[in-house]
C-alpha cells in the first residue's frame, strides 16, 4: 500500500466515526442529567451540612496503606542486591510499624463505623 491509500483510508474511516458518533448517542435526557450537578449530594440544600470526620480517617488509612505498598514494590528487586538482609530488615520495619498503628487504631475504636 502506498503513503497515500493509507492516509486516504484512516482519514475516510475517522470521517466514518465522527458522524457516526453523532448520530448513535441517545439524546433524551432526563432530570438527572439535566440537574447542576451529579454527584449525589442535592445542589439546592445547604452547603454546610456536617461532614463525618470516619471519611477522613478511612481516607488517610487507605493513603497509608498505599503508600506501604508503593514503598515496598521494590522489594523483589532489592533481594537480589549483595546484602537482602538489609532490604528484608527495612522491610519489615516499615510493615511492623503499619501493623501497631494499625492495631492502635483498631483498640481506639477507630475502624468502627457505627457508634
Known sequence: MTLTTMLGT???????????????????????????????????????LPFSIRFFLVAILFLLFDLEIALLLPLPWAMTTPAPIASAMLAATIIILLAIGLVYEWAQGGLEWAE
Open 10 to 48: 484512516m482519514l475516510l474511516v475517522s470521517t466514518l466515526l465522527i458522524i457516526i458518533s453523532f448520530w448513535l448517542p441517545q439524546m433524551s435526557p432526563d432530570s438527572e442529567k439535566l440537574s447542576p450537578y451529579e454527584c449525589g449530594f442535592d445542589p439546592l440544600g445547604s452547603a454546610r
